[in-house]
């Protein structure tokens, strides 16, 4: 099982921008799907954003299409969201997460092919 560990989150105004990070040891890092998923107080996870295991796909959800981008460094074994135009609605706890199986597709995202998870990080976006 892999660790992760998330890091980058705090305070911002609207329209500002965030870099989170996750760390990841333990496991091969390499061959494997990352995600980032996020809990707003009173509300469910939610998927936000995946990268595939080579780094070439991305999948993200409708509400940060367009502001939000991911990235992975397969050498540094750490994988990277980046937040832009932040709204008070982005604001929730985020979490790294890491795919159960190798190799595997990223169109479809669900909490359950994840079987790794780190503490999540705050972030909190003030109007």
């Known amino acids: 099982q892999v660790q992760l560990v998330e890091s980058g989150g705090g305070l911002v105004q609207a329209g500002g921008s965030l870099r989170l990070s996750c760390a990841a040891s333990?496991?091969?890092?390499?061959?494997?799907?990352m995600g980032w998923f996020r809990q707003a107080p009173g509300k469910e996870r939610e998927f936000v954003a995946a990268i595939d295991w080579s780094g070439a796909s991305t999948n993200f959800a409708s509400s940060v299409k367009g502001r939000f981008t991911i990235s992975r460094d397969n050498a540094k074994n750490t994988v990277s969201l980046q937040m832009n135009k932040l709204t008070p609605e982005d604001t929730a706890v985020y979490y790294c997460?890491?795919?159960?199986?190798?190799?595997?597709?990223?169109?479809?995202?669900?909490?359950?092919?994840?079987?790794?998870w780190g503490q999540g990080t705050q972030v909190t976006v003030s109007s």
């Open positions: 333990g496991r091969t890092f390499n061959g494997y799907a």
């Open positions: 997460a890491a795919d159960r199986a190798p190799r595997q597709g990223i169109a479809t995202m669900t909490l359950a092919r994840f079987g790794s």
